[in-house]
């Protein structure tokens, strides 16, 4: 018991450090100059509101430090009669503060600075020629449907069709509060295992498609410098009428400090085309920066998709045997029409519990 104590006056000595900060933050939203700046304001609203949580849960374990002086106490001197009771209300009270001490180390995990962001997906076939087109169109589907069942709203940028039906490349914009936060583990290389319908022998067929998974960043976050561009315009090919072939309307802009390139063409319009580039390539640089902040998350598109190979698979649809298994954790289960229907949280549930449960290690180790 005296260990327990032990460990649980450390969390809360963890938690009261911050209320310094906490008070800073509260001086800072009321400072005009925080108000006039909309990322600032953003980015202070969230931190001050994640630690007015300690300073709440803070004087809740003092209310419940002294109930239980108090009922220790009572009961001390209790007779017969009150005796029962009050070692209910000690047990209630120490139920209560063991629970409340799990919380703090919920709380004490590092807020994920992307939460609440916009998604912009990117998915591409990879190896396995054609397959791997028609593969990547499952995945899109995939996520479309998933997106349906989340209550997400979907935006497509560009999307390059292959010769069967498949998807050479799209990438689309997800909208939705919880979005970032349960796709973020979608990208890296998705390995199929099926006969492809290419096939005429009915062999199985190992084929990838890779997805990168980028938070859409805001204009006011990320400084382009128009002198580092290179914008090319040219007449766009594909499906898409006789407006297609006939104006400049396709868009290619390449940032030249790192060599990021982003193409557009979908839309009739030139500013249009070039409007989604430069979505895409804001948060292609966000993730970018974010990378090169802390080298152990992987958000920048390279570290996710990687060469596209199937040694670096995330993941595995195996058609034979409606099996999905993510390497990453282990998990293996036979329900893969349901998965790619759009019951993805059969996946996701599994990854976040498993983040979850190594942030709180990571923070008991603190």
Not at 20 to 33: C, I, N, S, V, Y
Not at 83 to 89: A, R
Not at 325 to 337: A, F, S, V
Not at 348 to 360: H, K, S
Request: overall charge negative; glycine content about 6%; cysteine-free.
């Amino acid at each position: 018991m005296a260990r327990e104590q032990r460990e649980s006056d450390a969390l809360f000595d963890r938690l009261a450090g911050h209320l310094g900060e906490f008070h800073e933050l509260e001086q800072r939203l009321a400072d005009p100059q925080t108000a006039s700046d909309p990322t600032e304001l953003r980015r202070v609203s969230q931190r001050y509101h994640h630690l007015s949580q300690f300073a709440e849960a803070l004087t809740e374990r003092n209310r419940l430090l002294d109930d239980l002086d108090v009922a220790t106490e009572l009961l001390g001197e209790a007779d017969d009669a009150d005796e029962q009771m009050l070692s209910s209300v000690v047990q209630q009270v120490e139920a209560d503060l063991t629970a409340l001490d799990e919380r703090v180390r919920e709380l004490l995990i590092p807020p994920d600075p992307n939460a609440g962001r916009n998604v912009i997906l990117e998915i591409r076939g990879a190896e396995g020629g054609e397959e791997a087109n028609l593969f990547a169109r499952d995945l899109l589907d995939m996520y479309n449907a998933y997106a349906q069942v989340r209550g997400w709203k979907i935006e497509v940028l560009s999307h390059d069709v292959s010769d069967l039906g498949g998807t050479n490349q799209v990438t689309f914009v997800i909208r939705g509060a919880d979005a970032w936060q349960r796709l973020k583990f979608e990208g890296g290389p998705h390995r199929v295992q099926r006969v492809p319908v290419t096939e005429s022998q009915g062999r199985v067929h190992t084929s990838s498609a890779t997805v990168a998974v980028l938070p859409e960043a805001e204009e006011v976050e990320v400084d382009i410098d128009e002198r580092d561009l290179d914008v090319d315009v040219y007449r766009s090919s594909g499906a898409g009428g006789q407006h297609v072939n006939t104006t400049d309307s396709a868009v290619r802009i390449t940032h030249r400090p790192t060599g990021i390139v982003v193409t557009m063409q979908d839309e009739r319009s030139q500013l249009q085309n070039r409007a989604r580039a430069m979505t895409v390539l804001r948060s292609r640089l966000l993730a970018l920066a974010e990378s090169e902040l802390n080298s152990q998350r992987s958000a920048d598109r390279r570290s996710q998709v990687g060469g596209g190979g199937r040694s670096e698979k995330i993941r595995t649809y195996n058609f034979k045997e409606s099996r999905v298994t993510d390497h990453r954790i282990g998990l293996t289960i036979h329900r893969l029409p349901e998965v790619l229907a759009g019951a993805l949280d059969h996946v996701i549930e599994p990854l976040l519990l498993d983040e979850r449960e190594r942030l709180l290690a990571a923070g008991d180790e603190t």
